[in-house]
């Protein structure tokens, strides 16, 4: 299945110009249509009445194969009307040294290649339809707005009625051009719409037999790698938290139960010597306790749930050993601004991920954070000054953070040349 962005995607067309492609939409489609219904009926029909003979089953697999064709230039044109993507669905495929009667049967049991042929019956008489809307406002706009310029051209006989008389109006050359610039302009003004509507009939039409199916296909690879980077995420979370645990805190655990156990041996021969032994299990003790809060707050601190995101980062960037200059949008604090449990929790991990990477990777002086909520996204910007070269590959600081941002529906952007700056940018969905 391919996906590729439009050009309508990036920048809207004007009025002007979406007139002209649609018209252009319009008036191609009536000959393409015509192409194609009589190139795949005639095809799929000698086929289909053949298929009892040998011969009868290529041909039907190649007037398949024609309307797969015209599906696919269909699919380049529906872009430009609808400011969507381009997305083409996967197609059966024969089997590798199937042989000839693997390739044939191929587009026979494809569902989608008869989606296309139904397609290319269906288009016929709905670019008929859309042809002659536009066919007709064009020409009733054109030819009222300049008819002052040729109405002395035509020759009147006396007893034809003009359409000013069947008004009441006089039958003058000025009356004439009264009404037909009226005509023109009415023409001229609804132009826009109905041609709209006209490619919109094609448009959509053309969609749903043609994209449909690929629409569903991509959903379901989008929800497939979003459940395989979810599972990748938590996998390497649960990795890096056993090996923070095993590294730190249990290793002090251990060392606390050693000092405990000597303390004990020394309560009855040295007494002073117990006491500092048990001073310094205290101080380990204290810092495990630092260490337990300070994972505890990667996975998801308490202010996060019960402050929202502004003030978890505010705590997050008052922890960082770089200054850190933090814009958070303020909304997202209050108790109708917020976002979902599950976005916070993602553009906290986010902030927490890249600024850990930048306390102890990036040897920067300074870091700015930034988190915007627009129009259902919630963007998020790490910029610092250090010496760049950070990215997400296995066994760097950042590893991980690409599945975590996917899995939650985001996109994930990292500029960091050698020598920096470095500036990592999440776009989160909510």
Not at 92 to 105: D, I, M, T
Not at 286 to 291: F, G, I, P, Q, R
Not at 317 to 336: I, K, N, Q, Y
Request: aromatic residues 6%.
């Amino acid at each position: 299945m391919t996906t590729l962005p439009a050009e309508s995607e990036t920048a809207s067309p004007t009025p002007m110009r979406q007139l002209l492609i649609d018209s252009g939409y319009v008036l191609i489609g009536l000959p393409l249509g015509l192409i194609g219904f009589v190139l795949t009926l005639v095809t799929v029909t000698l086929g289909a009445g053949l298929s009892v003979t040998v011969i009868g089953l290529p041909i039907l697999a190649g007037g398949l194969l024609i309307a797969r064709g015209l599906a696919d230039l269909e699919r380049l044109r529906i872009p430009s009307v609808l400011r969507a993507e381009y997305i083409r669905p996967s197609y059966r495929r024969a089997k590798e040294n199937g042989g000839l009667w693997s390739k044939v049967f191929a587009p026979i049991l494809d569902a989608q290649s008869w989606l296309d042929f139904a397609h290319a019956l269906l288009m016929l008489p709905i670019s008929i339809i859309s042809f002659m809307f536009t066919l007709v406002w064009w020409c009733g706009a054109l030819a009222g707005i300049t008819y002052w310029m040729w109405d002395w051209t035509l020759p009147y006989e006396p007893d034809n009625t003009d359409l000013p008389e069947l008004l009441g109006l006089p039958d003058t050359s000025g009356s004439r051009i009264a009404v037909y610039t009226a005509l023109g302009i009415f023409f001229v003004v609804t132009l826009p719409l109905v041609v709209r509507g006209a490619a919109l009939l094609s448009a959509t039409t053309g969609r749903a037999l043609l994209n449909s199916v690929a629409v569903i296909q991509t959903r379901i690879t989008t929800l497939e790698g979003q459940r395989r980077a979810a599972v990748s995420a938590e996998a390497h979370a649960l990795r890096r938290l056993e090996r923070d645990i095993h590294d730190g805190p249990q290793q002090r655990l251990v060392r606390l139960a050693m000092d405990l156990g000597r303390a004990q041996q020394q309560l009855e021969t040295d007494p002073a010597a117990a006491k500092a032994t048990l001073d310094e299990a205290l101080v380990h003790t204290v810092d495990t306790l630092n260490e337990l809060r300070a994972l505890s707050r990667g996975i998801a601190p308490p202010v996060l749930a019960d402050r929202g995101l502004p003030s978890a980062l505010a705590a997050l960037a008052g922890r960082s050993s770089v200054p850190v200059e933090l814009a958070v949008d303020p909304d997202l604090g209050t108790p109708g601004g917020r976002l979902d449990p599950a976005v916070e929790n993602a553009a906290y991990f986010v902030a927490a991920e890249a600024l850990t990477n930048v306390n102890k990777h990036s040897n920067a002086t300074e870091c700015w954070v930034t988190v915007a909520h627009v129009e259902g996204r919630v963007g998020i910007s790490v910029l610092d000054n250090g010496a760049g070269g950070a990215h997400t590959a296995k066994g760097h600081g950042l590893a991980g953070l690409a599945d975590r941002v996917q899995a939650a529906g985001g996109t994930l952007r990292i500029d960091s040349p050698m020598g920096g700056p470095t500036e990592l940018r999440v776009d989160l969905p909510c």
